[in-house]
């Protein structure tokens, strides 16, 4: 179990960086973001992750009582808005993630292709809130791509719950407080 955890965080840090980075290279803007309770004003800096979902959105889609969000990159420059949620017990670090970034892909097809360029190759356009929404196999992740803001979720469903209804969910919920 320890070592899927790892894994999992490791591929979510992977993904996370290359998303965040993306629009730097893509010669994003971060400069059109929203305070904590959703409105439009400042940088991406200015997103706390940890508003983005409630502790029942959580709930609902692990079937776990969340513990208080926390930043994992905090006091990192330039890190993109991420906040993990550990167990509300603490017998889990984590069991769930947001990140946010710049949507600086302009279609499934040209994020597809720069996904594949950097190794990820287990991608499912799926229905979800966003433009397109992508999901990246093996890792429990979604990434729902809206007007200006990326939203990437990760997490275990709840037992019997579909991951791409619940993390459906989670983006719509997000993109619904940034957008």
């Known amino acids: 179990m320890c070592s899927r955890i790892a894994r999992t965080l490791a591929g ?17 803007d971060d400069e059109a973001a929203v305070s904590e309770t959703g409105s439009t004003s ?7 992750a940890c508003a983005l979902l409630t502790s029942d959105e959580i709930r609902a889609a692990t079937g776990q009582e969340p ?11 330039a890190s993109a808005p991420i ?4 167990s509300a017990d603490g017998s889990i670090t984590e069991i769930a993630q947001i990140l ?3 949507a600086s892909a302009d279609s499934y097809e040209s994020y597809r292709q720069s996904m594949e ?6 991608l499912q356009q799926v229905d979800g809130p966003g433009r397109f929404n992508a999901l990246l196999g093996g ?26 209804e619940a993390a459906t969910e989670l983006t719509r919920a997000a993109l619904g407080r940034l957008e």
């Open 12 to 28: 979510s840090l992977v993904v996370s960086v290359m998303v965040a980075t993306a629009p730097a290279c893509a010669g994003g």
């Open 42 to 48: 400042g940088s991406l800096e200015d997103i706390d």
């Open 67 to 77: 513990g208080t969000g926390i930043d994992p990159m905090d006091g990192v420059s």
């Open 83 to 86: 906040c993990a949620w550990p």
């Open 100 to 102: 946010v970034s710049i």
């Open 117 to 122: 360029q950097e190794g990820f190759t287990d």
């Open 139 to 164: 890792l429990n992740m979604l990434q729902s791509f809206g007007e200006r803001f990326m939203v990437q979720v990760m997490f275990e469903p709840a037992p019997g719950r579909d991951f791409v």
